[in-house]
């Protein structure tokens, strides 16, 4: 169920609840990111100052852990004070947490010997912060059946540690693990967040009567697997086993969203978004196991995770949990969210297809 926001008499809502100021920042630093890196790959480098990031390097970290980080701190925040009743982190010190983030990513374009200290201050402390303002809530009430979230948000902490631990020299394959573990962390996430709403979204959105299907072995086998992929990918580097784990994840996930389809979410624009973003992870799995096998790249697996899937799945959460706090009808919301769901899906396939045809 969902609370409205009731912002009382207050003139101003944006300090109200964790969704307002994390996904209006999120939103637009992804358009102001993404065109960033358009500029910087394409034209001029130089534009970033901050020696010790390179291009990709910025653009990989702060998709993950600027934009996506956002997009989970706003529903988070909103969510957990859902399910626990209790209130969750509002006010001035919302708005400091909110600071903190954005403050972390002006650093890079901050000519001073001083930025990349400040942005490992204030990136950490946003992390360390938002774990506790999630955990708190959850041990005041003892829902300690969340406490799978709240691991994944400490180890994306540890995660994002580890690639300032490479961004600095301290630890020589930190960048590469602190990229890749937040990658996946937050795919995880994604995963299981979509495994609680997404199937009852379907069975409360569509016209027709319908009961999706969820097998317990399949989420317990997904939970098991998506840590052994993570762990096999990304630190142990072996490839073959990897790639298989990917493989067999693709066919769990499958089942999964076959049990949710419905012909009735081709006419709801808030579930065919979450629909296709999910079937991108399905298929992110399936290029990154039939890359190792034929020998290709595996960078369009990782932006079907990327772009397709947590693109796609959190601008349609963005979107349904700022309709729903504010009173809006989520059943009937407005006509242009179509198209612009559409451009990107769009998007993601133009990402992914032309690599793999080249």
Not at 164 to 189: E, H, K, N, R
Request: glycine letters at 10%; charged letters at 10%.
């Amino acid at each position: 169920m969902i609370q409205i926001e009731q912002p009382g008499k207050h003139r101003y809502a944006l300090h109200h609840l964790g969704f307002r100021p994390f996904f209006l920042l999120g939103g637009l630093f992804a358009v102001i990111a993404v065109a960033l890196w358009a500029w910087l790959f394409h034209r001029d480098p130089s534009l970033l100052p901050a020696e010790y990031f390179t291009t990709i390097s910025w653009h990989a970290h702060e998709m993950v852990y600027g934009y996506a980080m956002a997009a989970v701190a706003g529903f988070l925040l909103t969510a957990v004070r859902n399910w626990t009743s209790v209130q969750t982190v509002n006010g001035a010190p919302l708005l400091m947490l909110a600071g903190l983030w954005a403050g972390a990513r002006a650093m890079p374009f901050t000519d001073h010997p001083y930025a990349l200290m400040a942005m490992v201050a204030m990136d950490l402390t946003f992390n360390a912060w938002l774990c506790w303002a999630i955990l708190y809530p959850i041990m005041k009430v003892k829902q300690w059946q969340h406490m799978g979230i709240w691991v994944k948000l400490l180890l994306l902490l540890i995660s994002n540690g580890l690639f300032y631990m490479g961004l600095t020299g301290v630890l020589a394959d930190g960048v590469q693990w602190g990229i890749y573990s937040g990658l996946y962390l937050i795919l995880s996430l994604v995963m299981l967040m979509g495994r609680r709403v997404i199937p009852f979204f379907i069975e409360k959105g569509v016209e027709e009567s319908f009961i999706p299907t969820n097998h317990r072995w399949v989420d317990l086998s997904s939970l098991v697997l998506v840590l052994l992929f993570w762990l096999v990918a990304v630190f142990l580097e072996l490839p073959t086993i990897a790639a298989l784990l990917a493989l067999a994840l693709a066919a769990l996930h499958t089942i999964r969203l076959l049990g949710w389809y419905t012909p009735g979410i081709w006419k709801k624009t808030l579930l065919w978004v979450l629909y296709l973003g999910y079937g991108w992870i399905v298929a992110g799995f399936l290029l990154y196991g039939l890359s190792h096998f034929l020998g290709i790249n595996n960078m369009p697996a990782v932006h079907a995770f990327a772009y397709g899937g947590i693109g796609m799945i959190t601008l349609g959460m963005i979107t349904r949990v700022s309709l729903g706090h504010t009173g809006r009808d989520v059943f009937n919301p407005p006509k242009y969210l179509g198209p612009v769901f559409a451009l990107l899906m769009l998007g993601a396939l133009t990402r992914v297809l032309p690599p793999l045809i080249d």
